[in-house]
């Protein structure tokens, strides 16, 4: 029988809201580019980040759920949704129904949450949680991944808990918005060096295939500057000649509301348009979530 295809209409792909039921820590979407159910760990409830993105959909202007990371919540509250995914239950959930025959199978386990999950000093340890989910649980075939800005792959307890991922079906999909300093300021808004964000991703490519995320937006009604575009390609050739391995780029655009009106979203035409200029001037995989 053929693989059910997300469809990016179902209310559990528009919805990706980290708060599900009385969980504080752990929450379950179904994704496109995980091509299912992804259970995520939201090691930042307290709501922390290191840049402050145009796009970013998280709602600062509300109380964080939770200003302290417990890792023995953590572990319980993983272990009950995967049992909920697991026996069925998850997909009996409303927000689940259309959806419900992928909520069985858990694609991957993400570190996605409402900062940068790097930003926590025990990282290594928030990935042996996983690890250990995964072998009691049978999860031989799900995947760890790491969705982060970048600004802290070069921190010790990171660089422990990327080596555990690689022994145990790691992904790391870091953020790359712009090929210059102005633009990556303009759309990042962070005070961590561009020259920072470009070493930490090269050295990490290095050592592991990569997955590269680009939002692609338009600001004040114009998209990405061609010459910018340019400049953003350059960045990416720059890390494969430097020996890193990028595995795919994901090009996509907005999908949720943003904190700036001025930031929206391009049409799926002019994605995929860039993204042919990406695999033209780069010769990379890249796909696209319109």
């Known amino acids: 029988m053929g693989e059910l295809p997300v469809q990016h209409h179902w209310r559990s792909v528009k919805d990706h809201s980290r708060s599900f ?67 069925g239950k998850l997909g009996e959930d409303p927000k689940f129904a259309e959806a419900a025959p992928l909520t069985r ?47 802290g792959l ?4 990171v660089r422990r808990g990327l080596a555990l991922m690689d022994a145990h079906q790691g992904e790391v999909w870091a953020k790359l918005d712009a090929g210059t300093e102005a633009y990556f300021k303009l759309v990042n808004r962070s005070s961590v060096r561009f020259d920072r964000i470009l070493a930490n991703l090269e050295s990490t490519a290095k050592a592991r295939p990569i997955v590269i995320q680009t939002l692609l937006l338009r600001i004040h009604g114009a998209p990405m500057p061609p010459e910018e575009l340019e400049a953003y390609c350059g960045r990416l050739r720059a890390i494969v000649e430097a020996g890193g391995r990028i595995a795919e780029v994901h090009a996509y655009t907005i999908a949720r509301p943003t904190p700036e009106p001025w930031a929206t979203k391009l049409t799926a035409d002019e994605l995929e348009s860039m993204a042919g200029t990406i695999r033209d001037r780069t010769g990379l995989r890249v796909a696209t979530f319109a």
């Open 105 to 151: 199978l858990v694609r991957d386990i993400a570190f996605s949450g409402d900062g940068e999950p790097t930003m926590v000093p025990n990282f290594d340890e928030c990935v042996q949680v996983a690890v250990d989910a995964k072998s009691a649980f049978g999860l031989h075939e799900t995947k760890i991944v790491l969705i982060t800005d970048a600004a």
């Open 21 to 87: 039921w009385d969980f504080t820590y752990v929450y379950p979407v179904i994704s496109r580019r995980s091509r299912g159910l992804s259970i995520g760990i939201n090691l930042n409830p307290d709501k922390v980040c290191n840049f402050d993105c145009v796009y970013c959909e998280v709602d600062r202007s509300t109380p964080p759920k939770s200003r302290v990371l417990d890792l023995a919540k953590v572990r319980s509250e993983l272990a009950e949704m995967i049992r909920l995914a697991q026996t």
């Open 154 to 157: 070069d921190k010790e307890s």
